[in-house]
């Protein structure tokens, strides 16, 4: 049974650059926990997300642009987590970034192949 047919969900794109692609991606608030579980399910990454979404490991590190609302703040470990990596500018914790409208039309680039 389609769960976006079933809650009348609005679909939203973003966009994806990782191993050498950039791919669109079509998903819905709630789809994947969060950014982290899309990339590994999409991507299948290895060493991604160690931690399990803990914001704790800095494994699930990428490029973000395009995010608004909720999105667009550190919550959680997060920044104590990219402050101890040395990482500033426009780098978040994917584990942090949840899947709703938020990120609609963002661009995500996954930091170990910057
Ligand atoms: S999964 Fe560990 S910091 Fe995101």
């Known amino acids: 049974m389609d769960l976006r047919t079933e809650t009348k969900q609005k679909l ?4 994806i650059k990782c191993l050498e692609k950039e791919k669109v991606i079509q998903t819905y608030t709630g789809e994947y926990r969060n950014l982290m ?3 590994n399910e999409k991507f299948y990454l290895e060493d991604f ?8 490991c800095g494994t699930c590190v990428v490029k ?3 995010l608004k609302g909720t999105a667009i703040s550190m919550e959680r470990n997060e920044a104590a987590t990219l402050d101890k990596m040395n990482i500033k500018d ?3 914790l ?3 970034i949840m899947i709703n409208e938020d ?9 170990k192949h910057l």
């Open 12 to 15: 939203f794109f973003l966009t």
């Open 94 to 96: 994917a584990c942090q």
């Open 64 to 66: 973000v642009s395009g």
């Open 37 to 39: 579980v899309l990339l």
């Open 90 to 92: 426009k780098l978040r």
């Open 103 to 111: 990120i609609e039309n963002a661009v995500v680039e996954v930091a």
């Open 49 to 56: 997300g160690e931690c399990k979404g803990m914001g704790r």
